[in-house]
Every structure is written in structure tokens, then in C-alpha cells.
T-cell receptor, first 113, second 111 residues
Framework: ETGVTQTPRHLVMGMTNKKSLKCEQHLGHNAMYWYKQSAKKPLELMFVYNFKEQTENNSVPSRFSPECPNSSHLFLHLHTLQPEDSALYLC????????????FGSGTQLSVL | DAKTTQPPSMDCAEGRAANLPCNHS???????VYWYRQIHSQGPQYIIHGLKNNETNEMASLIITEDRKSSTLILPHATLRDTAVYYCIVRVAVGNTPLVFGKGTRLSVIA
């Protein structure tokens, strides 16, 4: 148990669907991150929020839309995804802003049909 | 562009020490070495980090060469639960640069 909870654990969606991934951290951290891990590829940083402000968007397509309403919650809204977007989406948080010591959730395994 | 080089895979017998190497020949003076691991179907887990001195905690030891161009993560008594992908990352200790993960080393601990 890392203190970072992601839901749902698994998600199957069609290319025309709209869905959202949720991340919640109970650690009092101020920075939250979305990473994407495709099969047999390294983790790719997608977005970073520091004190609720987005500080990094790593050239992510607009069909991925993050939302950070407060320092404890992070969402990733998905719409009109492609099959190549199928991956494990991981949320992480860190203390006192952007830090090298990240706490990760277990991820959402997304399949786009 | 990768700042670290790791072997893609390694095997280790259960109960023996696992020594995972990492080359970071272009490391800067203000960059730390971090190690994470990712057990299958889970998020990565922080293990240890260091600047130039050797470090030890309850999980592992980190040995950094004097010229800081390479390091070794040591799991003193590997168990089957240590089977995972191990990532070596270099990053400045201050500032707002997020961690960037490479491909890591897949360690298989064999009974």
C-alpha cells in the first residue's frame, strides 16, 4: 500500500467512448504525475501538476485531458482514443512539490478496442 | 536521450547477492543517482539514491565509483519477490525536473 490509489484497475473502452481515470493520494503531497507505460516500452511522463498547477505537458495528444482539482486528486479524461493508446497508466505523487522520490499507484490497465 | 546504460536482463540465484550495474559516464556534479524497481503489474517503487558516498538502507546498498561514472545496486540476499525491472536514473537534486525512466534491467531471481 503506497498511499496512492488509482481507479479503475482495468478499463476497456471503444474508440468513441469518453472515460476518466482517477487518482487519489493520502500522503499530503503537493505534486502529482501521470505516466504511460506501453507494452515493452519505458515509462513515459505525460503530465505534472505542482501545487495544482500544470507544470509539464510532455507533448501529449489532446484526446488526453488532465484535471487536478486539489492536491489530493488527479484525473485523466479520455475521449476518442486510438488502439495504440492501450497501456498501463500510472499516477504518482511526491512531497513538497516536484521531487525525485515518487510514490506510485498500481495503475489502470487500459484497453482501447 | 538516455543518461544511463543498464544491461537489459540478469539472473540471480535465490539467497545470493544481486549486483545490478549502471553506467552514467556523463553525470554532472549536481546529479544524484536514483534506483527504482517495478514488480510486474505494479507501479515503480523507490529503492535508494546517492550522490557520491555509498548508501545503505533496509532494501539495498548503492555503491558509486569514485569518478561517479558508474554505480552498482546490491540486493544482499535476493528472494523470489525481488524479481522485477530495476531502473537507474540520474537527476539533479533540486529544481523541477521530473524523473525520466529508461528501459531498466529485468532481474530474475531463480529458486
Amino acid at each position: 500500500e503506497t498511499g496512492v490509489t488509482q481507479t479503475p484497475r482495468h478499463l476497456v473502452m471503444g474508440m468513441t467512448n469518453k472515460k476518466s481515470l482517477k487518482c487519489e493520494q493520502h500522503l499530503g503531497h503537493n505534486a502529482m504525475y501521470w505516466y504511460k507505460q506501453s507494452a515493452k516500452k519505458p515509462l513515459e511522463l505525460m503530465f505534472v501538476y505542482n501545487f495544482k498547477e500544470q507544470t509539464e505537458n510532455n507533448s501529449v495528444p489532446s484526446r488526453f485531458s488532465p484535471e487536478c482539482p486539489n492536491s489530493s486528486h488527479l484525473f485523466l479524461h479520455l475521449h476518442t482514443l486510438q488502439p495504440e493508446d492501450s497501456a498501463l497508466y500510472l499516477c504518482a505523487s511526491s512531497q513538497g512539490g516536484i521531487s525525485e522520490k515518487l510514490f506510485f499507484g498500481s495503475g489502470t490497465q487500459l484497453s482501447v478496442l | 536521450d538516455a543518461k544511463t546504460t543498464q544491461p537489459p536482463s540478469m539472473d540471480c540465484a535465490e539467497g545470493r547477492a544481486a549486483n545490478l550495474p549502471c553506467n552514467h559516464s556523463t553525470i554532472s556534479g549536481n546529479e544524484y543517482v536514483y534506483w527504482y524497481r517495478q514488480i510486474h503489474s505494479q507501479g515503480p517503487q523507490y529503492i535508494i539514491h546517492g550522490l557520491k558516498n555509498n548508501e545503505t538502507n533496509e532494501m539495498a546498498s548503492l555503491i558509486i565509483t569514485e569518478d561517479r561514472k558508474s554505480s552498482t545496486l546490491i540486493l544482499p540476499h535476493a528472494t523470489l519477490r525481488d524479481t522485477a525491472v530495476y531502473y537507474c536514473i540520474v537527476r539533479v537534486a533540486v529544481g523541477n525536473t521530473p524523473l525520466v525512466f529508461g528501459k531498466g534491467t529485468r532481474l530474475s531471481v531463480i529458486a
